[in-house]
């Protein structure tokens, strides 16, 4: 199966968990795509009546518009009975890392504010420990003095071996410039060579206590459960 068949499994399998009548968190990325597309499915069939969504970013806004998934927001659900998302790391004490997409600082609100939050993805996405997939942990940082900020994360993590930060750049038509979150705020993306090897719940404290620092995309102890979807078939992790 080629990994995003592997991602349609998954999100197939968290949707199995939609009951009508629910408040559900919809999540934002390529393995979530499929649990809208699912959703949209059921209910067009009558399988599933009476869902509204809230979505983690404009571009699930989008989708869920397009599938024709009611939509509401925070303010007026602020308990969300099922949140399905994807991650980008997992590692096995169910600790994730997600916005390698933007979207995590929605994510975070609405996957903080659900009874149940249910991880989806493709076997790729396990690590031995966070920031092990040489990829970015994100930090949404506001836009003013972000040069200030960038300096006091780099500071965080001086002496670290392998460590660096970025201010994340996109390239829009021809030119290279600030990438700017769903929220008007920017990223600043952290790397570990070997993987953070230090407590996760202080670097977490640490991070935030920056003030210009709105919040990072380690989510940890969220995640209800995590569906794993590889080529030898579905593994349930549960808190
Ligand atoms: O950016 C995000 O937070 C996404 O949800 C990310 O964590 C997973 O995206 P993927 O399903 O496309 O890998």
Do not use: C
């Not at 979530?32 to 959703?39: P, Q, S």
């Not at 290279?176 to 979150?181: A, K, P, R, S």
């Amino acid at each position: 199966p080629s990994q995003d068949d592997l991602k349609r499994v998954a999100a197939h399998r968290a949707v199995e968990l939609v009951e009508s009548g629910m408040v559900l968190g919809l999540g934002t990325g390529s393995t979530a795509i499929h649990a809208l597309d699912r959703i949209a499915d059921l209910l067009r069939r009558g399988t599933l009546t009476n869902i509204v969504g809230v979505p983690t970013s404009k571009k699930t806004e989008a989708q869920a518009l397009a599938l024709g998934i009611p939509l509401v927001d925070l303010n007026s659900h602020p308990s969300i009975d099922l949140s399905i998302d994807g991650a980008d790391e997992v590692d096995p004490h169910l600790n994730i890392v997600k916005g390698r997409g933007g979207s995590l600082l929605r994510e975070k609100m609405i996957e903080g504010a659900s009874k149940r939050f249910v991880v989806i993805v493709d076997d790729s996405k396990l690590v031995p420990r966070l920031g092990g997939s040489g990829l970015a942990v994100p930090v949404e940082i506001i836009p003013f003095g972000w040069e200030y900020t960038l300096g006091k994360l780099k500071k965080l993590f001086d002496g670290v071996t392998g460590f660096d930060a970025k201010l994340r750049m996109s390239k829009k038509v021809g030119d290279v410039e600030i990438d700017v979150t769903d929220n008007l705020n920017y990223i600043v993306d952290l790397y570990f060579e070997n993987g953070i090897e230090l407590d996760l719940g202080s670097i977490s404290d640490d991070i935030l206590r920056i003030t210009g620092v709105v919040e990072h995309g380690m989510f940890l102890g969220m995640a209800t459960e995590v569906i794993i979807a590889g080529k030898d078939g579905i593994k349930v992790m549960k808190k």
